[in-house]
Structure formats: C-alpha cells, structure tokens
C-alpha cells in the first residue's frame, strides 16, 4: 500500500510581537519557493474573529504563483511595521505561526525560541499538529490561539531563556 504525499493547497503564516500580528501575503514563485510581500495584515491574534477572517483570507484560495526574482529580497517585510532590520532581530522579537492548508487538512507549525531568543531549528518544534479537512476557519482560529496561551516565549512574557531547567523547575 502507498501512501500518498498530500497536496499543498495554500501557505500562510503570522508573526505575533507583544501586541499585535502581522500577516505578510506570500508568494508562491514559479521556482516553488515562497517570498513574502505586501499587503500584510494586522490583527489581534487573540481575537478569534480577527484571525479567523485573516486565515480564510490567506488560505481559502491558492497562493498567487509570481515570476522568480533574480534577487533575493534585501529587506523584511514586516521590517518597518515593527521597527527590526535583520532576521535576528525578527526571530528575537516575534514567534512565527506557519498554517498550509493541504488537501489532507490544515497543518499548523511554530518553532521554539533558543536560549539566544531565536528561532530553535534543532529542537522539537512548540506546535507541529495538522487538524481534518473539515475544519473550519473558525476552529482552525482556536486551536491556534489555545497554542499560543500555552507559550511561555512568546514576545513580552517574562522568559529567562537562560534559566537552566531542573527536575522541580521543568
């Protein structure tokens, strides 16, 4: 028996700072890679509505496929919206949300903060779940949100990425 690969359908994602997300459109290249562009969408994540409506808006039809740059972009989208230049400084002052609807279901996936306050691409990821097909835009907003409660790096929280952890303390 094979199992088949699913099918992406449309790729979105959202970087929460202390107060609010913001949500850059994406681009799918004709070479297959995504680059993100204006117009972004701000929002509170926290609002269900909020995000439910911003996640129906960016999934709910196909990523538009653009001519491949012949560079890459020099500056972040979201850069002026929240004051950073460097990709450091967007990994140290937001948590990325990844949502792809597949033809499976939707995927939801975010990564943890290393001790530095970066994105921790060698641990487990904090999320990495996919929810049926089935599910709504209004669900798909709640789970997500039910995640983000249980953070503990999320910008604004009061972490100490330092703290070593201790059988009591974990």
Same mark, same amino acid.
């Given at each position: 028996?094979?199992?088949?690969?699913?099918?992406?359908?449309?790729?979105?994602? =959202?970087? /929460?700072?202390?107060?609010?997300?913001?949500?850059?459109?994406?681009? %799918? #290249?004709?070479?297959?890679?995504?680059? +993100?562009? +204006?117009?972004?969408?701000? =929002?509170?994540?926290?609002? @269900?509505?909020?995000?439910?409506?911003?996640? +129906?808006?960016?999934?709910?039809?196909?990523? #538009? $496929? &653009?001519?491949?740059? *012949?560079?890459?972009?020099?500056?972040? $989208?979201?850069?002026?919206?929240?004051? &950073?230049?460097?990709?450091?400084?967007?990994?140290?002052?937001?948590?990325?949300?990844?949502?792809?609807?597949?033809?499976?279901? =939707?995927? &939801?996936?975010?990564?943890?903060?290393?001790? %530095?306050?970066?994105? %921790?691409?060698?641990?487990?990821?904090?999320? %990495?779940?996919? /929810?049926?097909?089935?599910?709504?835009?209004? *669900?798909?907003?709640?789970?997500? &949100? +039910?995640?983000?409660?249980? @953070? @503990?790096? /999320?910008?604004?929280? #009061?972490?100490? =990425?330092?703290?070593?952890?201790?059988?009591?303390?974990?």
């Amino acid at each position: 028996m094979t199992t088949k690969k699913p099918i992406l359908e449309a790729v979105s994602g =959202f970087y /929460l700072t202390s107060d609010l997300a913001y949500m850059p459109t994406d681009m %799918d #290249t004709d070479a297959g890679y995504f680059i +993100e562009s +204006e117009p972004v969408k701000v =929002f509170d994540a926290f609002d @269900r509505k909020a995000l439910a409506d911003a996640l +129906e808006g960016a999934l709910s039809r196909p990523n #538009t $496929v &653009i001519p491949t740059p *012949q560079t890459a972009p020099k500056d972040l $989208v979201i850069g002026p919206y929240i004051g &950073i230049s460097t990709q450091k400084e967007l990994e140290q002052k937001t948590v990325y949300i990844s949502v792809v609807r597949l033809d499976t279901g =939707f995927r &939801i996936e975010s990564l943890r903060k290393a001790s %530095d306050g970066t994105a %921790d691409r060698q641990g487990s990821k904090a999320i %990495d779940t996919v /929810l049926p097909p089935e599910t709504t835009y209004e *669900q798909l907003a709640a789970a997500i &949100i +039910e995640h983000l409660k249980s @953070r @503990r790096d /999320l910008p604004g929280s #009061t972490v100490d =990425f330092n703290q070593p952890k201790t059988a009591k303390g974990a």
